[in-house]
Each structure stands twice: as C-alpha cells, then as structure tokens.
C-alpha cells in the first residue's frame, strides 16, 4: 500500500538513551517532514525535507537530528531522550504540484521517556 | 511565518444540532488551507483541503468550510453531527515557498451529547 510507514508504533526509553524513529514513504514524494503532537498544542514541526541532502529545522528542533539520503526515507534521532520529548511524532510527506500539494501522514509513533 | 488560531478548545453539540469550528490564520501570501480530524490514539485524517478558486469547499463525512480573505478565516461546518463526529479538529495552513511546511492550530475537542 502506498503511504508513509513510520516505526516503531510505541517505543520507551530512559532518560538519556538514544534512539532513532524511522519514516519512509513510497510515493515518490520531494518533500518530507516530522512533527510531535502534544495535549492542546496540536501539531509542531521538528525538522523538514525539501529533498535528498536538503533538511532544515522547524519550530522545535532541540534535542533532535534529520538527515536525508534517499528521497524514500526520513530518519528521526533523539540524541539523548528527556521526559520533554514524550510525545507523539508524525512523519509526513507531500507533493507540490500545480493544482497545489498534499500531504500524506504516518500513523504516528508514541514515544515515552522515563 | 504563518500562524493559526482556534479560538475553541472544547465544544459540546447535541447529536442531530449544527456544528461551527472556527479557525484563523495568518499568512503574507495565498494560503493553503487545511481540515484533518483525529480520533483517540488515531492519526490524522483529511477532511477538506483548499487551494484556489470556489471558497465554499466541500470534504468527506459532510463536513464543508469557507474560506474568508477579508476575515482571514476557514470555518468549518456541518450541518447535523453524527455521535461519530466527536473527535479533535485541526485547521492547518501551508506555505508552499517556505518547504510545504504546514503549521497547525492548537486543536478543537468537540464532545458529542446523546
């Protein structure tokens, strides 16, 4: 099935451990990003794409890392987890076109620090 | 940098009653205008999108929204919610120049009465 696959669906680690949270999509897409949702917050984004080898931070970009080497994947980094990145994390992509863009999200990734 | 507001962080309806979500953003240029919706421990779904031309937009589950220039808003309605409807509502506008970047209000919870 075409789409975004992000994995793990749930994941906890200590505080301190790293990890890396992975995203890939199928459909070709040139731009990619990941966003962590929190109660009353909505939707933030972390990191973005515009292409492979091209990344660029978002609004809360602290404590994490991105790259880019293939246009399929879209890799997430928590260099060492605090209890303030407990959240959940959704990777997306998303075309842009003449009749505008649309984007495609993953079905999310949990994330609990202890 | 594009913002967006909604200013109801909860609404209660009666099954059968009409529904207003309300959503204003703002952004220098043209904005693409986004509606997803989540249920508990979901991801997000799409409901309506718009881009250009009729400002009246139609999306899935009966829902519709308009889009005011003037007021710098995308309402969304419904005519007569369904007990399905109870579910958290996210307007999000996108910036196509800026890396399809989309920035999300802070979410509506709408609660459902029997």
């Known amino acids: 099935n075409a789409g975004v696959t992000q994995t793990p669906k749930f994941q906890v680690l200590k505080t301190g451990q790293s990890m890396t949270l992975q995203c890939a999509q199928d459909?070709?897409?040139?731009?990619m990003s990941w966003y962590r949702q929190d109660p009353g917050m909505g939707l933030r984004l972390i990191h973005y794409?515009?292409?492979?080898?091209?990344?660029d931070q978002g609004e809360v970009p602290n404590g994490y890392n991105v790259s880019r080497s293939t246009t399929e994947d879209f890799p997430l980094r928590l260099l060492s987890a605090a209890p303030s990145q407990t959240s959940v994390y959704f990777c997306a992509s998303s075309y842009s076109g003449a009749q505008g863009y649309g984007y495609t999200f993953g079905s999310g990734t949990r994330l609990t620090v202890v | 940098a594009q913002s967006v507001t909604q200013p109801d962080i909860h609404i209660t309806v009666s099954e059968g009653a009409s529904l207003e979500l309300r959503c204003n953003y703002s952004?220098?240029?043209?904005?693409?205008l986004f509606w997803y919706v989540q249920s508990p421990g979901q991801g997000l779904q799409l409901l309506l999108k718009y881009f250009s031309g009729d400002t009246l937009v139609q999306g899935i589950k009966g829902f519709e929204a308009e889009f005011k220039r003037s007021q710098s808003s995308f309402n969304l309605r419904k005519p007569s919610v369904h007990w399905s409807d109870a579910a958290e509502y996210f307007c999000?506008?996108?910036?196509?120049?800026?890396?399809?970047?989309?920035?999300f209000g802070g979410g509506t919870r709408v609660l459902v009465k029997p």
């Open positions: 999000a506008v996108g910036a196509r120049a800026a890396g399809n970047k989309l920035t």
């Open positions: 952004y220098g240029a043209t904005p693409y």
């Open positions: 459909m070709n897409h040139e731009y």
């Open positions: 794409s515009v292409g492979a080898g091209i990344t």
